[in-house]
């Protein structure tokens, strides 16, 4: 979903910074994105978001190369099911490093830049089970909750500063975790769904921001 939300963005003119934990998933999408978009400041960095001192590392390279922050994702995320009596010791603190405190840490380093300009627009990526508890949610659906009560407070102070917050709540997207499901590939959602998506709600007027987006597959919750 990272990688579809960016290149709308670059589809539409902007320059964009990215970072992943695999160096040639990153060596492989700027190339390929550097023959697409010739004009584009392409920016990639190799990063663990669940790492405090990695997130710093990133959002600095970002700050010493683009002088404005218009759009922050934060998308990092990753999923374990189980229950919370019986699932693995300390999953619940990985997962909280991985989709909420990379959110966290990533948009405090940036924050001053962005109110700075009192200008810019915040994506946080939480999904469904963000809304409500669902079998085997265990730790994910907590820190998922979590995401979201996170971007609901950012948007609350955030609007004297004209920075606008929006939660992005998903159903099954069909992503790389999917794969090998045996499901049939069009009861998902598409990645392109949720990067259209966000691009309709970053192109609003300045007087108006979706608070939260909640997006299904039609049949419904997988």
Not at 10 to 34: M, P
Not at 97 to 116: D, E, I, Q
Not at 152 to 170: A, G, H, Q, Y
Not at 192 to 200: K, L, S
Request: with cysteine; proline share 4%; aromatic share 10%.
């Amino acid at each position: 979903m990272g990688k579809a939300i960016a290149e709308k963005f670059l589809q539409n003119g902007f320059s964009v910074a990215i970072c992943a934990r695999n160096k040639q998933d990153l060596e492989r999408v700027q190339a390929e994105w550097n023959e697409n978009y010739p004009a584009a400041s392409i920016l990639t960095f190799p990063a663990d978001l669940a790492i405090k001192e990695e997130v710093n590392a990133f959002c600095t390279y970002v700050l010493a190369n683009f002088d404005q922050i218009d759009v922050l994702v934060n998308n990092a995320g990753t999923y374990f099911p189980g229950q919370l009596a019986t699932e693995a010791d300390g999953q619940l603190e990985k997962l909280m490093g991985v989709n909420l405190y990379s959110a966290y840490n990533c948009t405090r380093a940036l924050l001053p830049a962005m109110k700075a300009k009192k200008h810019g627009h915040i994506f946080n990526m939480c999904s469904v089970a963000s809304l409500h508890a669902y079998p085997n949610g265990g730790a994910y659906s907590i820190t998922k909750y979590a995401v979201l009560g996170f971007s609901d407070n950012l948007r609350l102070e955030l609007m004297p500063d004209n920075i606008k917050v929006t939660s992005i709540c998903p159903g099954a997207t069909y992503t790389r975790s999917w794969e090998g499901s045996g499901l049939d590939r069009r009861r998902f959602m598409q990645a392109e769904d949720i990067a259209e998506m966000v691009w309709a709600s970053y192109t609003l007027s300045p007087g108006a921001n979706v608070e939260t987006i909640v997006i299904r597959p039609t049949e419904g919750d997988i």
